[in-house]
């Protein structure tokens, strides 16, 4: 099945793994993921803080190449899914967009990664391609702010309570908890300009992930994964209380589960989630 | 958390409340002052005004106090405000519209970091059409806190070199020019 990709800058770099892990899983899902020609920084967070119509206009530039395509458009990453949807519903309003030419079409879907997996592919598909189910593991499933909100962008049906990534997890066979946290902010963007603000976010949630009953976080986001991982050992310095709870991207999970080779991805993790996976009899 | 202080006698500034209106395309006095956007914020805890005091203020064109308090920067976007408020008012639109205006127009922000953080960010789209995180974060650090800042970060940098999530050499656009003429054509001027 073909369909254009859109993996944006942070799965060239500190969600490396993302990336990586997205490409393998594609491959044995028979998934044909065609990587928008040139494509550019969707803007981001920095393009709507500074100026609506340089937000709307980075983004668009996207969908003009999409356009030209045709094919549904699949997005890993929360932060540019949330732009290139946003500038999608400018463009359905029938508003103009800087740099986008009347002849704009807009004849495809912008899915999320996750959401595109689990409605796209199928449960079937994914339980046939397991080898080894992820028996024994018992994560909670997190899915941040913009794959859901605000639904007026997003099309979400339940933006509170989406179920996609534990809808997978399942079905790779772990034992999923449930927790009411899956949408709450983790403040990815005040990592590196407010840590003061951003570690009590990240600490909570990992304090709930522990109450749930959780030995493990899966998500479905560059930025999250990248607060949630790599701020424990301080998070752990500053309070006293020993904080190592291994975050995946779904992505590595599946790959997992379908017998793939993960280890490379793992030890890219500021938590090494091996040891938990060998206790487990998964590695 | 400091409480507001609400002055006894404002008097309105109308011409203001609807410049905000204009550029955000938002309905401020839809806002019936529920609180339902200040219950479900992540980032009170940090806020020197409620997000639904920031809708009363603006209301009566207040614009100043806003322009001038933490809340605008501490705001996470996280558009948990814009999915509860029942009159359908993006409070994280008119977030984003005051940040903006204190881009263009001051006053200074009180969390200097942040925008310095987004101008390093947009900086390094200008240049190479895609975010390439080691530059964007090494400028950051450099124009927030100086050279010391720079190497107090020394340690995560390598951390995240040895864990190969450091890209060498960033990504050259060919539709690079497009990109510059998207700056050149949207960013108001202040």
Redesign the interface.
């Known amino acids: 099945m073909p369909v254009s990709y859109y993996p944006g800058c942070s799965l060239e770099g500190t969600a490396r793994e993302y990336g990586e892990s997205t490409l393998d899983i594609a491959r044995v899902l028979g998934i044909e993921l065609k990587e928008l020609s040139d494509w550019s920084c969707c803007g981001a967070s920095s393009g709507h803080i500074t100026d609506d119509s340089l937000a709307l206009a980075l983004a668009a530039r996207n969908l003009g190449i999409a356009d030209t395509v045709g094919l549904d458009l699949v997005v890993p990453c929360a932060a540019c899914y949330s732009r290139l949807k946003t500038a999608e519903k400018r463009l359905r309003s029938g508003r103009a967009i800087v740099g986008i030419p009347d002849t704009y079409q807009g004849n495809y879907r912008i899915m999320h990664l996750s959401q595109f997996l689990w409605e796209d592919i199928g449960e079937e598909t994914i339980r046939q391609h397991v080898k080894h189910p992820l028996d024994g593991l018992s994560p909670v499933c997190y899915y941040g702010c913009l794959i859901t909100r605000p639904p007026d962008v997003t099309g979400a049906v339940d933006p509170d309570n989406p179920e996609s990534i534990d809808n997978i997890m399942t079905a790779l066979g772990a034992d999923v908890r449930r927790w009411s946290y899956k949408t709450d902010c983790c403040g990815a963007s005040h990592m590196l300009t407010l840590p003061q603000v951003a570690i009590p976010m990240i600490q909570k949630l990992l304090d709930m992930a522990e109450e749930a009953g959780a030995d493990s976080i899966v998500v479905g986001c560059p930025m999250c994964y990248t607060s949630l991982d790599s701020m424990q050992e301080t998070i752990s310095q500053e309070t006293g209380h020993e904080y190592d709870t291994p975050i995946f991207f779904i992505t590595e999970m599946m790959g997992l589960a379908f017998g793939e080779p993960v280890d490379k991805h793992l030890g890219r993790h500021s938590v090494d989630p091996r040891p938990l996976l060998s206790q487990k009899g998964l590695l | 958390m400091t409480a507001i202080q609400t002055p006894q006698e404002v008097i309105p500034q109308l011409s203001l409340r609807r410049k905000v209106e204009e550029l955000s395309g938002e309905k401020i006095t839809a806002c019936f002052q529920c609180e339902k956007c200040t219950n479900g914020c992540?980032?009170t805890?940090?806020m020197d005004i409620m997000p639904h005091q920031v809708l009363r203020l603006l209301g009566l064109g207040q614009i100043e106090e806003v322009l001038l308090s933490d809340t605008i920067?501490?705001c996470?976007?996280?558009?948990?405000c814009?999915?509860r408020c029942p009159n359908d008012i993006?409070i994280?639109h008119i977030m984003?519209?005051m940040?903006?205006m204190s881009?263009r127009e001051g006053p200074k922000a009180s969390?200097k970091?942040?925008?310095?953080?987004?101008?390093a960010?947009?900086g390094?789209?200008r240049r190479f059409?895609?975010?390439?995180?080691?530059f964007m974060?090494v400028e950051?650090y450099l124009r927030?806190s100086g050279v010391s800042g720079l190497l107090q970060q020394a340690g995560t940098g390598l951390?995240?070199f040895n864990?190969?999530?450091?890209?060498i050499m960033p990504?050259r656009?060919?539709?690079n020019r497009?990109?510059r003429?998207?700056?050149k054509?949207?960013?108001?001027k202040g």
């Open positions: 992540p980032v805890f940090a920067w501490v996470a976007s996280c558009e948990m814009a999915t993006s994280a984003d519209t940040r903006q881009q969390q970091n942040v925008p310095i953080f987004h101008a960010f947009l390094s789209i059409g895609r975010v390439h995180e080691a974060s950051f927030s951390s995240m864990h190969g999530k450091i890209k990504y656009l060919l539709g497009q990109v003429s998207i700056f054509r949207t960013i108001k």
